[in-house]
């Protein structure tokens, strides 16, 4: 496994981000910057609102400011969960949380690729997710190269997500790394039951007579 995704890197970054919170308060750095995390906002107030109390997942956490945003537009803290396999993060996570007053909000240190998912409900097994979150993770991921048995490690990240949805949940995925063709090639494939919904606009740009976009963001449903 390539050293990017190996914990001991992460353990680094966040045991830095936690002496920096301790000390002045920072929060950390914000993955794809505030407007990214604003736009999924958006996309989840209009498409998984929290007056229907959904349970939702945010997979590779960091310093939780997805799930606290969530909190802190109308989501139910209880049923907000941050996942992460970096304890450290972990760490900055509930500290950040607390500090915005969500105490409730749960984080779950886990490696989602080689586990299981958290159970929605703590103490209760079985249990699926309505929405499941992931904002730079699967970047990070395929950044691992491959296991043992020569297949990709980010290649076992969709059946991991297809698993841990209900039925009729939604996952949306924010990348820096895949063009929107290739995250519905890689979550759309029919064995796993996600079904294309939706994308969020971001800014393009133009190089070589070619355009693009910053960073893509696609959401699926579960069947």
């Known amino acids: 496994m390539a050293t990017e995704l190996n914990p001991s890197n992460w353990d680094d970054v966040y045991n830095t981000e936690v002496e920096n919170f301790e000390t002045n308060g920072d929060e950390g750095e914000v993955w794809f910057g505030e407007e990214t995390v604003d736009k999924m906002l958006d996309w989840t107030l209009e498409n998984c609102p929290g007056n229907t109390s959904p349970y939702v997942l945010d997979i590779g956490t960091g310093n939780g400011i997805m799930t606290v945003t969530l909190a802190e537009n109308g989501y139910d803290p209880g049923r907000l969960v941050g996942l992460d396999y970096s304890e450290p993060s972990i760490k900055l996570a509930r500290a950040v949380a607390n500090g915005r007053g969500h105490p409730s909000i749960r984080y779950v240190v886990s490696d989602f690729i080689n ?109």
């Open 115 to 223: 586990g299981t998912a958290p159970e929605p409900v703590e103490g209760e097994s079985g249990g699926k997710w309505d929405l499941l979150l992931d904002k730079g993770t699967y970047d990070a991921i395929a950044l691992s190269g491959k296991s043992d048995d020569g297949k990709t490690i980010a290649s076992r990240y969709p059946p991991k997500v297809a698993e841990a949805l209900k039925s009729g949940g939604m996952f949306l995925i924010t990348s820096c790394n895949f063009t929107e063709a290739e995250l519905k090639e890689a979550f759309g494939a029919p064995e796993l039951g996600l079904t294309y919904h939706s994308r969020i606009q971001h800014p393009t740009y133009t190089f070589g007579g070619s355009s693009g976009s910053v960073c893509s963001s696609v959401a699926f449903k579960k069947n």
